[in-house]
């Protein structure tokens, strides 16, 4: 079967709390941001995808801060809902070849 | 609607015995790849085309192959399958041009693959 996998950070939060998620991506040269949700048994789903010219992008409850400097992105979550349980991937782009290149992943838990 | 299509959504394979997961697109895009993901991980890029230009990450086992024989689709063989390959495979297309860069990423649901 499958090896063993090593265990996710977890976020646990109240529903209708804020939640954020964070990342630290590897590439400075990166300049193409994307997060997504991973539901169980699914695909990654896009969520919000940010640019290396911008600091800051909104969604539809979602935000997203890039922050260059010290190579970090953030998910910000408004008002969470028990549907946005699920694993947070955040993914960069390296623009030598444009491989979409996947980090460590956040699995958000919201309890009703 | 335009989507990435992977089958089949659950293969079981035995030990050593060749398989080939398929994924289909109907975005035209120009770009697929294939991604291992093993449980509580991150996926994990194995190879990906560039139009018909095959890509092989440096660290992806010579057990895996990929063809594609045209723009639609996109195969992922596994030659002789071990219980370390037992992992959600995922087909991902996106649409690339050298003027503008990659956008659209689009991922498939995955196919899980058992191996026993």
């Known amino acids: 079967g499958e090896s063993v996998g090593l265990h996710l950070p977890t976020l646990s939060v109240q529903e209708g709390d804020n939640s954020i998620i964070n990342c630290a991506y590897s590439?400075?040269?990166?300049?193409?941001f994307i997060w997504y949700k991973q539901e169980s048994g699914k695909g990654p789903q896009f969520i919000i995808d940010?640019?290396?010219?911008?600091d800051k992008r909104q969604g539809q409850r979602v935000t997203v801060l890039l922050n260059k400097t010290v190579k970090h992105l953030s998910l910000q979550i408004a008002a969470t809902q028990p549907g946005d349980s699920a694993v947070y991937f955040c993914?960069?782009?390296?623009?030598?070849?444009?491989?979409?290149?996947f980090g460590q992943g956040t699995e958000l838990s919201v309890k009703p | 609607d335009a989507m990435v299509i992977q089958n089949p959504r659950y293969q079981v394979t035995q030990f050593g015995k060749p398989v080939t997961l398929s994924c289909s697109q109907t975005?035209?895009?120009?770009?697929m790849y294939w991604y291992q993901q093993k449980s509580s991980q991150a996926p994990k890029l194995l190879f990906h085309?560039?139009?018909?230009?095959?890509?092989n990450e440096a660290d992806t086992p010579d057990n895996f192959q990929s063809r594609r024989p045209n723009t639609s689709f996109c195969f992922l063989d596994i030659r002789s399958p071990g219980l370390g390959d037992a992992a959600m495979y995922l087909c991902?297309?996106?649409?690339?041009?050298?003027?503008?860069?990659?956008?659209?990423?689009?991922f498939g649901s995955g196919t899980r693959l058992t191996v026993v």
């Open positions: 993914a960069e782009i390296h623009n030598q070849g444009g491989k979409l290149i």
């Open positions: 940010i640019r290396s010219n911008m």
């Open positions: 975005l035209n895009h120009n770009v």
């Open positions: 991902a297309t996106s649409r690339a041009t050298k003027r503008t860069g990659e956008s659209g990423y689009t």
């Open positions: 590439n400075s040269a990166s300049d193409y």
């Open positions: 085309y560039y139009d018909k230009d095959f890509n």
